[in-house]
């Protein structure tokens, strides 16, 4: 059964490219149940999806278990292309996948297209990394013995991702999935599932054969079972929440399937006395208030050195109460809104607790209008280390500030807390700056600078905050077994 939206509120120039239906073996199936997706700027419905429960994703499971052997029997050259075409469909749809992605996730469209853009240049690094799979030749232990390792696919993949970027968290995992011979089975969030569906039409149309590449829609806890649970799954990837992903890993263990996490964060933003202020300014509004602070590596717990603190709390709200809350459709919106009620009485409780520990709200702090999840870009200052802005994963567009005053009281700060994703430091002390980014317990630092993401790095977090990593050569790894050939020749 095929389902293209008609009389879409998504304006689109390829209505197909909004399906109402999961998409399995290489074609669309419905369910009786639906799930209803809402725009988080107005709350109107923008569609619905088939909840094809457990039995969907076992039927999505066998389709890639019998894929698998035609797609890793391809020499790495054909899957290249393969991606390659992929990524060229992409960047030619990126007006219609950005609409849908504003429409479902609530973005502003300047930063939709960024998220296609980036979410396509996984694709086409990893088709280049499909023809770069090496071994190694080992030297033996004994005159008579060669030792080769070669590198082979994990087999078939589950992954689960989360709504906060709804493209880009999906070709991190697909793209180097399918380029290293695995095939997949993508549960994508509830909330975002038409950017994953349109990923899958376009797959299609590049040449992924059928099996290779399923989205598989509805309730997660009853789908997630038959992802984390079944034997012929051999690896499990995941992004989106700490509680969520660990207990999920757990299940996984059952199978010993490998497992690969990308969790939440908690990033400290240091700025010390040398630092170029107006560049750590312009540098954490990009960090902060990008999505409306919903993303991983977003800085939640900003620390300002106590010379420059008053002027930088002053120069900071004068930025932030420019920025524009709206319907990421309209040009002049700069902040999308949350994504649901949730978000919002998280970003309430964060800032109630804050003040309830002494800080004080120099801009914003409430929600910002009567229609949609919209909240005023806030900035707190005197923040107490003990509050919950400080010591959770904020999720909103809540800057709040704390003064110190030597390096390594910030040092013992910035590691109080279980995270290990990404943290940020702005300084022009370059002895500094290798002192304090080897004393950070993070994945990722940035130096003099709010933004770390690219495809050619490796992404990702150290202690709660995950497992693996993505992006880069090392990205490949985590869909590539290795193979050890002991050979005798006496
Ligand atoms: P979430 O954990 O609530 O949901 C993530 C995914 O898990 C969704 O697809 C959801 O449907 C699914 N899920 C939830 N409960 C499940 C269950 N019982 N069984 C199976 N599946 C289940 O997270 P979220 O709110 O969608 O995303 C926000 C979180 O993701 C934040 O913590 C953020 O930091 C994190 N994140 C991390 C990265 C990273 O790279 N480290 C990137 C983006 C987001």
Known sequence: MLTSASNSPVPLDRADLLTEAAYVDGSWIGGNDRITVFNPANGRSIGTIPDIGAQ??????????RAIHGWRAFDAATRSAVLGRWYEAVMAHEGDLATLMVAEQGKPMAEAIGEIRYAAAYIRWFAEEARRVYGDLIPGPSASKRLAMMRQPVGVVSAITPWNFPLAMITRKAAPAL?????????????????ALALARLADEAGVPPGVFNVVT???????RILTDDPRVRKFSFTGSTAVGTMLAARCMATAKRVSLELGGNAPFIVFEDADIEAAMKGLVASKFRNSGQTCVCANRIYVQRGIYADFAERLAERVSRLKPGDGMIETSDQGPLIDDRAIAKVERHIADAVSHGAS???GGIKAASEGHFFQPTVLIDVSPASLLCR????GPVAG????????????????????????VYTRDHDRVWRITEALEYGMVGVNTGLISTEVAPF?????????????????DEYLEMKLVCHDIA
């Open 401 to 424: 500030l704390v003064p110190f005053d030597g390096e390594a009281d910030v040092i013992a700060l910035a590691n109080d807390s279980p995270a290990g994703l990404a943290a940020y």
């Open 179 to 195: 380029a290293a011979g695995c095939t997949m089975v993508l549960k994508p969030s509830e909330l975002t599932p038409f950017s």
């Open 460 to 476: 990702g977090g150290i202690k709660q905050s995950g497992l693996g990593r993505e992006g880069s050569r090392y990205g490949m």
């Open 392 to 395: 959770e994963e904020t999720f």
């Open 361 to 363: 709200i120099i801009v």
């Open 218 to 224: 509805g309730r997660p806890e009853e789908i997630g």
């Open 56 to 65: 969907g994703a076992e039927t999505a499971v066998s389709a890639a278990e």
